[in-house]
Nanobody
Framework: QVQPVESGGGLVQAGGSLRLSCTST????????MAWFRQAPGKEREFVAT????????VYGDSVKGRFIISRDNAKSTVFLQMNGLRAEDTAVYSC?????????????????WGQGTQVFVSS
């Protein structure tokens, strides 16, 4: 089973960019669909993006379409989230999650393995 560990969060000004990484040192990473979710204070968890084991089958949440890019490097057991055009409303804890197989799902409940999250703060 994968054990996701996120990195790359921090403080950035509105309009700026940030790249998050999620690496797993365990499990057959290339067999897992991976996804990013986020949760802002006082709000429910929100789907951000997902990518299938081959690096295709990509879906984005409506609020990040055209600004965020998800990708993966299976040789490095890492999935990335490139975040461009950041806005204050993107401020949240971003978590990486994995589920075995190819099934496309944007529901957090469908993902079995979660990282601890990394904080992103966008100043306006």
């Amino acid at each position: 089973q994968v054990q996701p560990v996120e990195s790359g969060g921090g403080l950035v000004q509105a309009g700026g960019s940030l790249r998050l990484s999620c690496t797993s040192t365990e499990g057959s990473f290339s067999a897992y669909r991976m996804a990013w979710f986020r949760q802002a204070p006082g709000k429910e968890r929100e789907f951000v993006a997902t990518i299938n084991p081959a690096g295709s089958g990509i879906v984005y949440g409506d609020s990040v379409k055209g600004r965020f890019i998800i990708s993966r490097d299976n040789a490095k057991s890492t999935v990335f989230l490139q975040m461009n055009g950041l806005r204050a409303e993107d401020t949240a804890v971003y978590s990486c999650a994995g589920r075995l197989g190819w099934t496309l799902t944007t529901s957090g409940a469908a993902y079995d393995y979660w990282g601890q999250g990394t904080q992103v703060f966008v100043s306006s």
